[in-house]
């Protein structure tokens, strides 16, 4: 059974940062592309970023030099590091596995950016 665990989020002033973690179960993890999407209320789900197995990364342009995502193969986890948060950053955000036709999710973690 395939599970993802994400955790790390919560409530943070503008400004400040966070660190999501994500541990992986029921996979190999070092062959799944891993990624943090998010969704917004009365948004669609949106990818923030990705990291694929060779480490290689890519991030949307409203997270770039904000956001780092990396990868433990060892403790089969995947980290997104979030600085400089705007209220715009507010949303549940989701870990992610792939690999082919395969896609899991996690339950989600919900970060809230406010003064």
């Known amino acids: 059974q395939v599970q993802l665990v994400e955790s790390g989020g919560g409530l943070v002033q503008p400004g400040g940062s966070l660190r999501l973690s994500c541990a992986a179960s029921?996979?190999?993890?070092?062959?799944?592309?891993m990624g943090w999407y998010r969704q917004a209320p009365g948004k669609q789900r949106e990818l923030v970023a990705t990291?694929?197995?060779?480490?290689?990364?890519n991030y949307a342009d409203s997270v770039k030099g904000r956001f780092t995502i990396s990868r433990d193969n060892a403790k089969n986890a995947v980290y997104l590091q979030m600085n400089s948060l705007k209220p715009e950053d507010t949303a549940v955000y989701y870990c992610?596995?792939?690999?082919?036709?395969?896609?899991?999710w996690g339950q989600g973690t919900q970060v809230t950016v406010s003064s």
């Open positions: 029921g996979i190999i993890f070092r062959i799944y592309a």
């Open positions: 990291i694929i197995t060779g480490g290689n990364t």
């Open positions: 992610t596995a792939g690999l082919g036709n395969q896609h899991y």
